[in-house]
Structure formats: C-alpha cells, structure tokens
C-alpha cells in the first residue's frame, strides 16, 4: 500500500475527491487553490453553486488503488502564467 493525496471539497458530511491523486502532500496543498477555483467557476461548472461554500483542503489515502477524481492532477497555477 501507499500513501496517495487529493484535494477534497467537504460539505456538511459530505467529501468530495475532486482533484489527485498526487504523490506528495506537498504537491496536493499547491493545487488546492486552482481546484477551488475550478470548482467555483460557473463557467467551467455547472454545480459550482454550493462549491462556494465548501471547505477545501488535502486527505491522505493509504491504499493499492488510486481513486479516480473529475479534476485529475491539476497543477498549481504560478503567478504571471498565460491563462
């Protein structure tokens, strides 16, 4: 087994593996931001309605199998990038 690492959107009782695995906690926490806003984004997401009000961070999975999430590996965004 190993240690996998998502961002995840949690609402009320809910968690939502949005974004992941990635190999690194590190690497998950640079990319919550980015998935934040992917998920707000009405243009980019038809339910981004309650995604405002989520609370957003990292879990940590140990197992054999990666989960597949909607956002897969989304990459931190760097200041000054190209849109």
Same mark, same amino acid.
């Given at each position: %087994? %190993?240690?996998?690492?998502?961002?995840?959107?949690?609402?009320?009782?809910? @968690?939502?593996?949005? !974004?992941?695995?990635? +190999?690194?906690?590190? /690497?998950? /926490?640079?990319?919550?931001?980015?998935?934040?806003?992917?998920?707000?984004?009405? /243009?980019?997401?038809?339910? @981004?309605?309650?995604?405002?009000? %989520? !609370?957003?961070?990292?879990?940590? /999975?140990? +197992?054999?199998? +990666?989960?597949?999430?909607?956002?897969?590996?989304?990459?931190?965004?760097?200041?000054?990038? !190209?849109?």
């Amino acid at each position: %087994m %190993m240690d996998r690492f998502y961002v995840t959107a949690v609402d009320g009782r809910r @968690a939502y593996f949005l !974004a992941g695995p990635y +190999s690194t906690k590190e /690497e998950a /926490e640079g990319a919550v931001d980015n998935v934040r806003d992917i998920a707000c984004d009405h /243009e980019q997401n038809s339910n @981004a309605g309650r995604a405002h009000f %989520m !609370a957003y961070g990292v879990t940590r /999975e140990n +197992s054999d199998r +990666s989960r597949i999430t909607p956002l897969g590996q989304v990459q931190r965004q760097t200041q000054g990038a !190209a849109a």
